[in-house]
Nanobody
Framework: QMQLVESGGGLVQTGGSLRLSCAAS????????VGWFRQAPGREREFVGL????????RYIDSVEGRFTISRDNTKNAAFLAMNSLRPEDSAVYYCAATGSGWSPNRHAYDTWGQGTQVTVSS
């Protein structure tokens, strides 16, 4: 069974950048759409963006469009979330997830999840 592990989170000032990684083991990520989600305290888990299995299609929510970039390296069984111009409202635990079912923003479509990595943006 495939497992996902996120890394790269941390504390950054407003306007700063972070790059999150999502490493897969025990399975092949290259056949899966990878989604990134985030969850702030007291809020529901929110879709951030996704990348298709070939990496040719990406989707983002409006609030991160132009600031966040999702990429993947199927030779390394990994995906990435580059975050620039970070804002305090971006603070959350960030999760990567995988699905073999198309390009859905619905978290219930994803059957494999990482444990999350904390991103905190100070004002």
């Amino acid at each position: 069974q495939m497992q996902l592990v996120e890394s790269g989170g941390g504390l950054v000032q407003t306007g700063g950048s972070l790059r999150l990684s999502c490493a897969a083991s025990g399975g092949t990520l290259s056949t899966k759409t990878v989604g990134w989600f985030r969850q702030a305290p007291g809020r529901e888990r929110e879709f951030v963006g996704l990348i298709s299995h070939r990496g040719d299609i990406t989707r983002y929510i409006d609030s991160v469009e132009g600031r966040f970039t999702i990429s993947r390296d199927n030779t390394k069984n990994a995906a990435f979330l580059a975050m620039n111009s970070l804002r305090p409202e971006d603070s959350a635990v960030y999760y990567c997830a995988a699905t073999g079912s198309g390009w859905s923003p619905n978290r219930h479509a994803y059957d494999t999840w990482g444990q999350g990595t904390q991103v905190t943006v100070s004002s």
